[in-house]
């Protein structure tokens, strides 16, 4: 008789060794080779062997379109300058823009990113996939650089803002997804949190080139239209990727149309005599995500009465059969309303939202905000504004790569709760030494404040920053990741939204230093949150993590 608890479910391998005398009992030797030929599969999803350059060819055209955003945080205040400067505008339209016109100029490209990710939401869906996605992304910042950088008025750079936001919103949703979907679990927290360096890095860029165009005449343009060659770059990179195999699973392709995807997607793994074991086994632990596969395996499980081999046969097999079946209609059941009525669904759905709230809501943007009048008040030779913030890159973009360099070895749940307790401690601190500092204040009197400021980014880049995107990539159940990623994706953009609203009638209502204390008190929510309802991860396949809310 085939003892239940030792079908293969989550593989067996080297792992399970030290169960070997007590699965004997139980299975025939014939059995337990048959069950053993699966271990090079499990070996791969442990992560001993990877194919790095099929890996990165599938990291790097997704983190592009992380790139290009961040790009556009970086160089929207030196283009504004540039734009409203009357020796280097080069337009007589610019530099008589009100705050409205120029608060509009800034916000469009956000108002664009909203708009395409609450179109994925009721719209979208899982109907066109993660590549066709990027696809678009991709000629969207094509064509919003391409009209920001030849506007000769102020309505058709306007538009080139919302179609660059446009992109903005499909790339912010489908590359965590594609990224997630195509990465092994053992370095899926380092390639998430990779597409969070090529934000910082694109944040960075924009900063140099505000840096370095900024004078010149007609800056705003050069500014707006250097990031096309890097657009086309990714839409040709995307262009020579397979579509993601989870994904082809959920809209019902073919086992061979999914096994095509995978053989691209594992590279040389998926090669030699243990190949086709690996996809096959691959192919198997994605089904067990869909439901009626799920149900199908564990009607075959409960059958003790049939021969020992037959019934390894039957278990290897079962989650193969009838694969239109079993995915149907997957794809155009998963509503919107299905996340919030369906406790599986429910949970991971509230844990990513509130973490892309949180990421907005706890001080970040007024921090930022406060760092160049703060580096200036402390007498610091730091030159102008821009270079100011080029510091500030380069520095979140290092402590970025430290988060990077812990997230698959400490796990999710420390670094967010190490930086997030950090950053609560920076705010106490900004908002005691703001209130005793003035103007006129020395560089010694600046230093604590200066020293909060650099423990609350360094902090932040190490928790909110990389590990709510890199969880929100990888905690939805499959059948509504794409709905929940956009739930997730329009709260960062909304609560983005919301603070650059609020934020500066705040300060003036309040001030600095009680602002800092009520992002503080968010703060602390943010970290019992966190620490209440947020699980760790690492190592995880995404279908064990799916089988955490069953």
């Not at 271990?39 to 060819?57: F, M, N, Q, V």
């Not at 019934?311 to 009838?322: A, I, R």
């Not at 909304?494 to 230093?513: A, D």
Request: with cysteine; net charge neutral; glycine share 10%.
């Amino acid at each position: 008789m085939l003892c239940n608890k030792y079908l293969p479910r989550k593989g067996i391998g080297p792992h399970r060794g030290s169960h070997v005398k007590n699965y004997r009992r139980c299975i025939p030797t014939s059995t337990l080779l048959s069950l053993h030929s699966l271990k090079g599969s499990h070996e791969y999803e442990a992560g001993p062997d990877i194919d790095w350059l099929a890996t990165w060819k599938c990291f790097c055209p997704p983190a592009l379109g992380g790139l290009l955003f961040g790009y556009d945080i970086g160089v929207s205040g030196g283009a504004l300058v540039s734009l409203t400067s009357s020796s280097s505008s080069g337009t007589e339209w610019g530099p008589s823009l009100d705050s409205l016109m120029t608060g509009l100029v800034v916000g469009s490209s956000l108002m664009g990113a909203l708009i395409s990710s609450l179109s994925v939401l009721f719209l979208g869906g899982d109907k066109y996939g993660r590549k066709t996605e990027l696809l678009g992304a991709a000629g969207l910042y094509s064509a919003g650089s391409l009209l920001m950088g030849t506007a000769y008025t102020l309505p058709m750079l306007l538009a080139g803002r919302c179609f660059y936001g446009l992109g903005i919103g499909l790339a912010m949703h489908s590359s965590p997804a594609y990224i997630a979907e195509t990465s092994p679990s053992s370095v899926r927290g380092l390639l998430i949190s990779c597409k969070e360096v090529s934000i910082v890095a694109g944040i960075l860029l924009g900063y140099f080139l505000s840096d370095v165009v900024g004078d010149a005449s007609e800056g705003w343009r050069l500014m707006y239209a250097a990031v096309m060659p890097l657009s086309v770059v990714l839409g040709v990179g995307m262009a020579l990727l397979p579509e993601s195999p989870r994904w082809l699973l959920l809209s019902r392709k073919e086992d061979a149309a999914v096994n095509e995807a995978l053989k691209k997607v594992l590279g040389r793994v998926a090669q030699g005599s243990s190949g086709k074991q690996i996809l096959r086994h691959q192919l198997d632990e994605m089904k067990k995500s869909l439901p009626a596969a799920s149900s199908n395996l564990e009607r075959i499980s409960r059958v003790h009465d049939a021969d020992e081999a037959s019934s390894v046969q039957q278990v290897k097999d079962g989650t193969s059969v009838q694969l239109s079946q079993v995915s149907g209609g997957i794809g155009s059941s998963s509503t919107v309303s299905q996340l919030f009525l369906q406790e599986r669904f429910r949970r991971p759905l509230l844990i990513g939202a509130s973490l892309m709230l949180y990421q907005q809501v706890t001080g970040q943007p007024s921090v930022l905000y406060f760092a160049t009048k703060l580096f200036k008040d402390s007498g610091l030779s730091l030159g102008d504004a821009e270079g100011i913030s080029v510091l500030i890159g380069v520095f979140k973009l290092a402590m970025t790569l430290a988060a990077v360099s812990l997230v698959d070895r400490v796990g999710r749940r420390p670094l967010l709760l190490f930086g997030v307790s950090g950053m609560v401690l920076a705010l106490i601190l900004l908002s005691f030494s703001s209130s005793l500092s003035s103007n006129e204040a020395s560089f010694g009197q600046m230093l604590p404040s200066v020293s909060a400021l650099l423990l609350f980014v360094g902090c932040y880049q190490v928790s909110f920053g990389p590990i709510s995107w890199l969880i929100v990539g990888e905690i939805f159940p499959l059948e509504v990741r794409s709905q929940a990623i956009a739930v997730a994706t329009v709260t960062n953009f909304g609560s983005n939204f919301m603070v650059s609203l609020i934020l500066p009638g705040m300060q003036n209502s309040f001030g600095l230093s009680a602002t800092y204390q009520c992002f503080a008190a968010v703060g602390v929510i943010a970290l019992a949150s966190i620490y209440f309802t947020v699980p760790e991860t690492k190592g995880k396949t995404l279908e064990e993590i799916e089988a955490m809310w069953h």
